[in-house]
């Protein structure tokens, strides 16, 4: 990674090399053996100051945290992985050695295995999770072993009749309660034998990804992901794109909170604070170049950037080819302002709103 930081690369270079090269090396890290706690915080700080800084000393100064990229694109995250989780959703090659340490994951993993009744021989009445409302235990109490009189370690057959269950008499509202809940949902099976499932797993079988997407904590979904990410993205535009939309581009008003020296005017109008609503909307050179598109696409004019992002997340998401360049072009034009005003305050070059037009739809034909 130090070799790489020396190399003038992109935002979304970095991230290339992040989720292809550093997470695949991690992973297979965490299929021989689970890491520890440390390692993996080392490695995260290093991913997020090689992305964000290009170096491996400090992510200071990050625009967005490590938590919020490993959510997937549709939430607004980058879909990297939570090396945290990867980490303690697999399985070791190393089973005996691995065994011990899996054995501190087991009540997260009980909670991913459901019991399906056949004759009951090999499933816990009241701690695994075969009944509709999970383990009842965990659910009702201990106070129901008492009630029912069977043993706290009974198996569920002490309660199958064949294909049917049996009811023992009771005054117990919650035993009544589980009894109910059984009556038009599940039947045991006399002639099979338990079976235990995946719960994550379509096939019903443990696998890593599925597992790590179902424990992962999830987001609410953005609309605006598939203007942003799609097929043929130019992944700069749509990286510079996204951390506009999460309002995490340094602007000079973002910069004054940190400094309150630092003069906020525009640079691409000189009139106004330089934040993405001015910079990307109400600026004047802005406004030209949105004006431009405008003419020649569906990209309308509206009131505010939030606006904008919104009616074009929620209207233009189809992958025809047309909308597809609307889409390119829409970044295109985004990148090009930011560009600009970086060029500016920078290099001191000044480039027209004719100029960033002609970039933001040129690059797309």
């Not at 090396?25 to 053996?33: G, L, N, R, V």
Request: charged share 20%; hydrophobic share 35%; with cysteine.
């Amino acid at each position: 990674m130090s070799s790489w930081a020396s190399k003038n690369l992109s935002f979304a270079g970095r991230l290339q090399l992040i989720s292809s090269v550093i997470q695949e090396i991690t992973t297979f890290w965490c299929s021989t053996f689970i890491l520890p706690k440390k390692v993996i915080k080392e490695v995260e700080k290093l991913c997020a100051a090689f992305l964000w800084q290009s170096s491996t000393e400090s992510a200071r100064g990050a625009k967005v945290n490590w938590l919020s990229l490993c959510h997937p694109k549709q939430e607004g995250g980058l879909g990297l992985k939570s090396l945290m989780h990867w980490n303690s959703i697999r399985v070791p090659s190393d089973a005996s050695w691995g065994g011990r340490k899996l054995l501190n994951l087991r009540q997260q993993a009980r909670k991913l295995i459901k019991h399906i009744p056949g004759d009951g021989k090999d499933i816990y009445l009241w701690h695994d999770n075969w009944h509709p409302s999970g383990p009842l235990v965990e659910n009702f109490g201990a106070r129901i072993v008492q009630d029912s009189g069977f043993s706290s370690q009974a198996k569920l057959e002490v309660v199958v009749n064949g294909n049917f269950w049996k009811r023992p008499p009771t005054h117990s509202p919650q035993l009544l309660d589980i009894q109910i809940a059984l009556c038009d949902r599940l039947y045991p099976k006399k002639r099979d034998k338990d079976t235990v499932i995946w719960i994550p797993s379509t096939s019903r079988t443990y696998t890593t990804g599925r597992t790590w997407h179902w424990i992962k904590s999830k987001q609410s979904k953005v609309p605006w992901h598939r203007l942003v990410w799609f097929s043929r993205q130019i992944p700069k535009h749509s990286f510079i794109s996204w951390l506009a939309i999460l309002d995490r581009l340094t602007t000079k008003a973002r910069q004054k909170k940190w400094s309150p020296n630092i003069d906020d005017t525009c640079v691409l109008c000189n009139n106004g604070s330089e934040t993405v609503e001015h910079l990307f909307f109400k600026c004047t050179y802005a406004k030209c170049v949105w004006k431009s598109l405008s003419a020649m696409s569906e990209i309308p004019y509206l009131d505010s950037w939030q606006q904008l992002v919104l009616w074009m997340g929620k209207r233009i998401r189809r992958k025809s080819l047309y909308q597809t360049l609307i889409k390119l072009m829409w970044n295109a034009a985004v990148y090009h302002v930011w560009m600009e005003r970086n060029r500016r305050i920078h290099q001191h070059v000044y480039k027209t709103t004719g100029e960033s037009t002609n970039m933001s739809t040129r690059q797309q034909m």
